[in-house]
């Protein structure tokens, strides 16, 4: 898939996707075709199924129970 259809998938902007790619947030794109002089590829192209893996891992994570923080008490 290409960057129109990921930012209308995850509802996001380009400055959020950036910052995701930049961070290590967000599967990385392949690159399409031969790069540019400057380096960058002409095209990036998301795979469809790891994108939607994706989507659910994050999923899974926001559904795990809460760790306790370090030190915490315990309940009784």
């Given at each position: 898939m290409f960057r129109p259809e990921l930012l209308r998938i995850l509802g996001i902007t380009d400055s959020?996707?950036?910052?995701?790619l930049e961070a290590g947030i967000l599967v990385r794109p392949i690159s399409l075709g031969p790069n540019r002089s400057n380096g960058n590829a002409?095209?990036?192209a998301w795979i469809?199924?790891?994108?939607y893996q994706w989507?659910?891992?994050q999923a899974a994570k926001s559904?795990?129970?809460?760790k306790p923080a370090r030190g915490a008490s315990q309940p009784a």
């Amino acid at each position: 898939m290409f960057r129109p259809e990921l930012l209308r998938i995850l509802g996001i902007t380009d400055s959020t996707m950036y910052a995701w790619l930049e961070a290590g947030i967000l599967v990385r794109p392949i690159s399409l075709g031969p790069n540019r002089s400057n380096g960058n590829a002409r095209r990036n192209a998301w795979i469809r199924e790891e994108v939607y893996q994706w989507i659910r891992d994050q999923a899974a994570k926001s559904r795990a129970p809460a760790k306790p923080a370090r030190g915490a008490s315990q309940p009784a």
